[in-house]
């Protein structure tokens, strides 16, 4: 069996311009870190 080990941390964030912010993503699979330090955001359309 594989060791999973998970960590997130969230705040409330009110902007009605942003669908999606993610700020310094981090994810791993197996204990190889896989994703590092990506800031993802999704503005709504006007």
């Known amino acids: 069996m ?4 998970t960590e997130s ?3 409330n964030i ?3 311009n942003n669908l999606v912010e ?3 993503l981090s994810a791993g699979y ?3 870190a896989v994703i590092r330090g ?3 955001q999704v ?3 006007r």
Do not use: D, Q
Request: hydrophobic content about 30%; glycine content about 4%; aromatic content about 0%.
């Open 2 to 5: 594989t060791n999973l080990t």
């Open 9 to 11: 941390s969230s705040e």
């Open 14 to 16: 009110s902007n009605e």
């Open 22 to 24: 993610i700020k310094n």
């Open 30 to 32: 197996a204990g190889v």
């Open 38 to 40: 990506v800031n993802l």
């Open 43 to 45: 503005e709504k359309a």
